[in-house]
C-alpha cells in the first residue's frame, strides 16, 4: 500500500472512475494520504461524484508517471469514514482545501479502498500487481 500511496503523490493527480447507470464517468483527483493503515482519498459530499460512490462504490483509479512510463491502475472498493480525526488528518495533509471543507461540516466526504488490486504497468516489463 506504501508503494501505491508513494506512486500516486509522486504523480499528483490521478484520475478515478465510477459509475452513473450504465455510463463510465472519470475524472481528475489529487488527495491520497495513509491514516490508520488505511489509504484514503477525499472529495465533497455535494458532488456528483460522491452520489455515484453511494450507489455503487466500486471505482477505478489510473495515474500515470510520464517520466518514467509507468502507470498504475487500482480497483477498489471505497467505505466513507465520517470520523473528524479522519476528514482532520486528511485536510492537515492538503491545507489548501481548508478554504473548501472543514471536520466538522456536512460536506467533506472521506473514502478509503479496501479490497484494493493495484497494478503497475510499463511498456518495457511486467506487470505487477499489490493487495490491500
Avoid: H
Avoid at 500516486?8 to 484520475?15: A, E, S, T, V
Avoid at 460512490?53 to 498504475?72: Q, R, S
Wanted: glycine share 4%; proline share 5%; charged share 25%.
Amino acid at each position: 500500500m506504501k508503494e501505491v500511496y508513494e506512486f500516486l503523490k509522486q504523480c499528483g493527480d490521478y484520475f478515478i472512475a465510477t459509475v452513473e447507470g450504465d455510463q463510465p464517468r472519470v475524472r481528475p483527483f489529487g488527495t491520497a494520504v495513509i491514516f490508520e493503515n488505511k489509504l484514503y482519498i477525499q472529495t465533497g459530499k455535494r458532488k456528483n461524484v460522491a452520489r455515484q460512490i453511494a450507489a455503487n462504490p466500486k471505482i477505478e483509479i489510473c495515474a500515470y508517471d510520464k517520466a518514467n512510463g509507468v502507470w498504475l491502475r487500482i480497483s477498489a472498493i471505497v467505505v466513507p469514514d465520517e470520523r473528524i480525526e479522519a476528514k482532520q488528518f486528511m485536510l492537515d495533509q492538503y491545507p489548501s482545501l481548508k478554504s473548501m471543507y472543514s471536520a466538522a461540516d456536512d460536506n467533506t466526504l472521506v473514502l478509503f479502498l479496501k479490497e484494493a488490486a493495484a497494478t503497475f504497468n510499463s511498456f518495457s516489463g511486467e506487470p505487477k500487481t499489490v493487495k490491500f
